[in-house]
């Protein structure tokens, strides 16, 4: 049984409860040590491949880009996007990301066109 009485004990619980709310999430240190590595317009254009918005593919320069940032920050980006979005969005976003990296490594594979 727990008891909360008033006074200095209920202060303490209640700074407890809010220090612990804001503690970062065990990706957040990934995250941050990628995201300056990744300009931000493919970031949109991965992000939003990877949301499944309609139309949305990145250009063969971000999948160089994205490529480069690597699959750790590729993945660590889908599991962050998982975690913002509703549940049932879980299976489709990692399927796009996969498919999205997939066809980014294709792209990186193809050797440049020269006119």
């Keep these: 049984m727990l008891m909360v009485l008033p006074g200095h004990e ?3 619980l209640e ?3 809010e220090e612990s709310a804001q503690a970062p999430p065990p990706y957040s240190p990934i995250i941050s040590s990628c995201a300056p590595k990744l300009p931000k317009n493919c970031g949109d254009e991965v992000r939003d491949s990877v949301l499944g918005l309609e139309g949305s593919v990145p250009t063969d320069e971000c999948c160089r880009q994205l490529v480069r940032w690597g699959k750790t920050c590729h993945d660590a980006f889908a599991q962050l996007l998982v975690s913002l979005e509703p549940a049932s969005q879980k299976s ?6 996969k498919t999205i990296w997939e066809g980014c490594v294709d792209v990186v594979a193809q050797p440049p066109v020269s006119f």
């Design 10 to 12: 209920a202060r303490r």
């Design 15 to 17: 700074v407890e409860v």
């Design 92 to 97: 489709s976003i990692l399927a796009n990301s």
